[in-house]
């Protein structure tokens, strides 16, 4: 089965910008969407098919995907940001969604 | 707006079973493709199902295939999800989903608040 493989965690300073990777086999060939979660709270849509951002989502946060590896870029880091960060792509393969384990991201 | 509201959770012994449901208006109950993505606690995110937009077409997670069964009553406006034979393993929040769009690789825009289920005699 399709494996995505997230760092558990990633700290920055504020103002500054955080990249937390999602890797995958051939991920590039995927659309890969990213979800944020914050404690207590469901998970909410931050970008979709690669690079897109649904309204309301800050241009502060991007996305980007080739190879082997999905990166979502949030610049400007604020204290908001703080939350689990978790990427999905649909495997084709299996007809089955896969989450990545998660990234924890602590605005230090 | 959209809104998505599960429910049906609750405290279950190890091989009864469950089933959640999940309320949906807002948009057009008919046309979306609906997902069930549960988080046992203290854990990632874990998709369950998904089903398309008429209900013919269904698919189940490895760990919940033959166990769970996700369906909708559109009649209803109601999503479901059966789930038999239920072990400690499954206690987690279900949350239900809406994609964008009516294909199976659209991300989920519009997610309910959870329904906790524990599985423990």
């Known amino acids: 089965s399709y494996v995505l493989t997230q760092p558990p965690s990633v700290s920055v300073a504020p103002g500054k910008t955080a990249r937390i990777t999602c890797g995958g086999n051939?991920?590039?060939?995927?659309?890969v969407h990213w979800y944020q979660q914050k404690p207590g709270q469901a998970p909410v849509l931050v970008i979709y098919?690669?690079?897109d951002r649904p309204s309301g989502i800050p241009e502060r946060l991007s996305g980007s995907n080739s190879g082997n590896t999905a990166t979502l870029t949030i610049s400007r880091v604020e204290a908001g940001d703080e939350a689990d960060y978790y990427c999905q792509v649909w495997d084709s393969s299996s007809d089955h969604w896969v989450f990545g384990g998660g990234t924890k991201l602590t605005v230090l | 707006q959209v809104q998505l509201v599960e429910s049906g959770g609750g405290v279950v012994q190890p091989g009864r079973s469950l089933r959640l449901s999940c309320a949906a208006s807002?948009?057009?109950?008919?046309?979306?493709?609906l997902h069930w993505v549960r988080q046992a606690p203290g854990k990632g995110l874990e998709w369950v199902a998904i089903?398309?937009?008429?209900?013919?077409?269904?698919y189940h997670a490895d760990s919940v295939k033959g166990r769970f069964t996700i369906s909708r009553d559109i009649s209803k406006n109601t999503l479901y999800l059966q789930m038999n034979s239920l072990r400690a393993e499954d206690t987690a929040v279900y949350y239900c989903?809406?994609?964008?769009?009516?294909?199976?690789?659209?991300?989920?825009?519009?997610w309910g608040q959870g329904t906790l289920v524990t599985v423990s005699s």
């Open positions: 807002g948009f057009t109950f008919s046309s979306d493709v």
């Open positions: 098919y690669d690079g």
């Open positions: 051939d991920i590039g060939s995927k659309g």
């Open positions: 989903a809406r994609a964008l769009e009516g294909i199976a690789v659209a991300p989920l825009d519009s």
């Open positions: 089903i398309s937009y008429d209900g013919s077409n269904t």
